[in-house]
Nanobody, 115 residues
Framework: QVQLVESGGGLVQAGGSLRLSCAAS????????MGWFRQTPGKQRDLVATITRGGNTNYADSVKGRFTISRDNTKSTVYLEMNSLKPEDTAVYYC?????????WGQGTQVTVSS
């Protein structure tokens, strides 16, 4: 059974930092491109950042220079370090695992940035 379990969300003031974690099980973690997406009510789920099996990263323009994605294959965990948070970063953040077998999603973790 595939499980992606996010943690680390919460309430933070603008300018603050949070670190999200996503622990994976039931997949060959090292074979997956891992990513973080976010969604606000009534809107589509948008890409935040991805990291390939080889460690190549990609970021949404809105988070470049503020967010950092990383992975630890020994722990089957992907991280999202979020700095200089803005109110517009408020959303539910979802972990994604993508492989030739398709996409897997976590249940999401709420991030709220107060102004």
């Amino acid at each position: 059974q595939v499980q992606l379990v996010e943690s680390g969300g919460g309430l933070v003031q603008a300018g603050g930092s949070l670190r999200l974690s996503c622990a994976a099980s039931g997949i060959i973690f090292a074979m997956n491109t891992m990513g973080w997406f976010r969604q606000t009510p009534g809107k589509q789920r948008d890409l935040v950042a991805t990291i390939t099996r080889g460690g190549n990263t990609n970021y949404a323009d809105s988070v470049k220079g503020r967010f950092t994605i990383s992975r630890d294959n020994t722990k089957s965990t992907v991280y999202l370090e979020m700095n200089s948070l803005k109110p517009e970063d408020t959303a539910v953040y979802y972990c994604n695992a993508r492989s030739a077998l398709g996409d897997r999603w976590g249940q999401g973790t709420q991030v709220t940035v107060s102004s």
